[in-house]
Every structure is written in C-alpha cells, then in structure tokens.
C-alpha cells in the first residue's frame, strides 16, 4: 500500500466551514499529490508537491489549499467548503528513485459538504 | 474532446471470460500507460504499468499499447468474481507526475 495514510478517512461539515485532509507518508516520496474522484469525471489532480515547502496547482485548484512543512506530510485544506467539493479524496505519491511514471494512492477521505 | 476516452460500462461477463477493455487518447506526447484497479470504495491500486509501445503480461493480465492509433487495452483471461472492480487507465508524458491523465474508469462485474 505504499505506506499511505489518509486522515480522516470519513467527514461530514456543512457549507462555509473550513476542513483540512491529512495525507502521510512513510518511505520518504519526494512526489505528493492530492486529487479529487467524482462519477462521469475520474480523478483529477487538485494540487501536488515536489519537495517540502514546493507545491504547485493542478487541475481543479480552485478553492484549496495545501501545505508540505514535512516530507511525510501534505496536507489539504478547504478554505470555506461548498457543496460542490463534497468528493472522495485521494493522496497519492511517485515512488523515488524510479524511472518509471507511476503513483500509488491512498485508501481516500469521503468529505461530503452540506 | 477529452484527453482519454474509456467506456464507462458497466461490463457484465461469466466467469472465465476473456475481458477486454480499452482507452483512447489524443495526446502524443503520452510515453506512460498504466492500468490500476479499484475496488469499491477503496483506492487505485496499480495493476500494470508500460512504456511505450508493445505488450506486458502478468498472469491473467495483458496490457497493450498502440501508439500509432494512440488506443490501450487491458486483457483479462480467465475472468473471476475477484476481478469485479472499477478499471481506470492512466497516461503520462512523464515529468514527475504534473501531467498524470486518467480515464473514467469502467466498471467490470464477473458474474459466477
């Protein structure tokens, strides 16, 4: 499993409150990134990290935040949450050292927003 | 047009059926292909990875690809109830990750 945990792996907030998702690694991945997973969509890529205190945006960025103070940490923080970002939230890391293009996922945070 | 096309399903089949399922894509640069399987209510988990054109086989599993027609396959043999899961295709050009595509997924039931 890559030694990916996710943290929590259940909430339910309500509108205009802020939520934060915990991704922690154990092996030391460089690569972290978060994305969303919603029906007719796929997973899309919110934002990820090459390094501590370097991220970047991804595809659907708008309205998160992410923070990397350690390297087996990477967390997501919904600002102001909205209806829209009720998803399932995957973690998910590039193996270091290999030459390869994969990413391993975590087991996934359902956030639903009311 | 999206970047990666994949049927949705869902895809109902007997037992020791042979499965195919299949992606498109319209990105050339894509050097990457990957398969991953997801069990409800679980994460990806990565089933076949290949660079490039050509075929990989891992038991029950092949992965092809064709980049002339820019079109990937998985085949399952011997399908078994074990293998009813979501099936996403994955695609990249490399650099690190930022440029990672996936498919919708199909959702696969193998009937006993």
């Known amino acids: 499993d890559a030694g990916i945990t996710q943290s929590p792996r259940h909430k339910v907030t309500e509108t205009g409150t802020p939520v934060t998702l915990r991704c922690h690694q154990t092996?030391?991945?460089?690569?972290m990134y978060w994305y969303r997973q919603d029906p007719g969509h796929g997973l899309r890529l919110i934002h990820y990290?090459?390094?501590?205190?370097?991220?970047d945006k991804g595809e659907v960025s708008d309205g998160y935040s992410v923070s990397r103070s350690k390297t087996e940490d990477f967390l997501l923080t919904l600002e102001s949450a909205t209806s829209s970002q009720t998803s399932v939230y995957f973690c998910?890391?590039?193996?270091?050292?290999?030459?390869?293009?994969?990413?391993?996922f975590g087991p996934g945070t359902r956030l639903t927003v009311l | 047009q999206k970047e990666v096309e994949q049927d949705p399903g869902p895809l109902s089949v007997p037992e020791g059926a042979i499965v195919s399922l299949n992606c498109t894509y319209s990105?050339?640069?894509?050097?990457?292909f990957m398969w991953y399987r997801q069990y409800s209510r679980k994460g990806p988990e990565l089933l076949m990875y290949?660079?490039?054109?050509g075929n990989k086989e891992d038991g029950r599993f092949t992965a092809q690809v064709d980049k002339s027609s820019k079109y990937i396959s998985l085949f399952i043999r011997d399908s078994q109830p074990s293998d009813s899961a979501t099936y996403l295709c994955?695609?990249?050009?490399?650099?690190?990750?930022?440029?990672?595509?996936f498919g919708p997924g199909t959702r696969l039931s193998v009937l006993p």
């Open positions: 998910a890391i590039r193996p270091s050292g290999e030459s390869t293009d994969t990413q391993y």
């Open positions: 092996e030391n991945h460089r690569y």
């Open positions: 990290s090459y390094g501590v205190k370097d991220t």
């Open positions: 990105n050339s640069a894509f050097q990457y």
């Open positions: 290949t660079y490039s054109s």
């Open positions: 994955a695609m990249s050009a490399g650099n690190y990750g930022q440029n990672f595509v």
